[in-house]
C-alpha cells in the first residue's frame, strides 16, 4: 500500500507541479501579449514619428526648392530686363547712324528706298 500511497503522492505533486506549471506558462504568455502590445505600440508611434519627419524633411526640399527657382527667375527676369535695355539701345544707336548716314548722303538713300519699294511692291504683287 505504501507503494500505492507514494505513488498518489507523486501523481498529486505531479499534478500539482503540471497546475503550478501550467499557471506560471499563461502567466507569462499574458505578460508576452502585454510586451507585444507595448512593443507594437512604440513601433506603431516611431513610425508615426518617422513619417512626419520624413513630411517635414520633404517639406524643407520643397520650400529649399521654391527659394532656389525664385532666385534664379529672379535672375532670369533682371538679365532678360538687361538684353532689352541693351537691344533698345543698340536699336537706338542704329536709327542715329542710319539717320546720320541719310543726312550725309540723301541722294543715295532716296535710290535705296525707291529700290526697295519696287522691289516690295514685285513681290507682293505674285505670279500671274
Known amino acids: 500500500m505504501s507503494a ?8 498529486s505533486a505531479s499534478n500539482e507541479s503540471v497546475a503550478e ?13 502585454e510586451d507585444l502590445s507595448e512593443i507594437n505600440s512604440a513601433a506603431g508611434d516611431l ?8 513630411r517635414d524633411r520633404i517639406l524643407n526640399e ?4 521654391s527659394r532656389r527657382v525664385n532666385t534664379l527667375a529672379e535672375d532670369l ?8 535695355r541693351h537691344a533698345g539701345e543698340r536699336a537706338s544707336a542704329i ?10 548722303n540723301p541722294l543715295t538713300a532716296v535710290l535705296i ?3 526697295l519699294g519696287f522691289l516690295i511692291g514685285m513681290a507682293s504683287r505674285g505670279r500671274n
Do not use: F, P, Y
Open 47 to 54: 513610425a508615426r514619428a518617422g513619417a512626419g519627419e520624413g
Open 113 to 115: 528706298a525707291v529700290g
Open 77 to 84: 527676369s533682371a538679365r532678360g530686363h538687361d538684353s532689352v
Open 4 to 11: 500505492q500511497k507514494a505513488s498518489a503522492g507523486n501523481k
Open 95 to 104: 536709327g542715329h547712324e542710319l539717320e546720320s548716314t541719310i543726312n550725309r
Open 21 to 33: 506549471n501550467w499557471e506560471r506558462l499563461t502567466d507569462r504568455l499574458a505578460r508576452l501579449r
Open 62 to 65: 520643397i520650400d529649399e526648392l
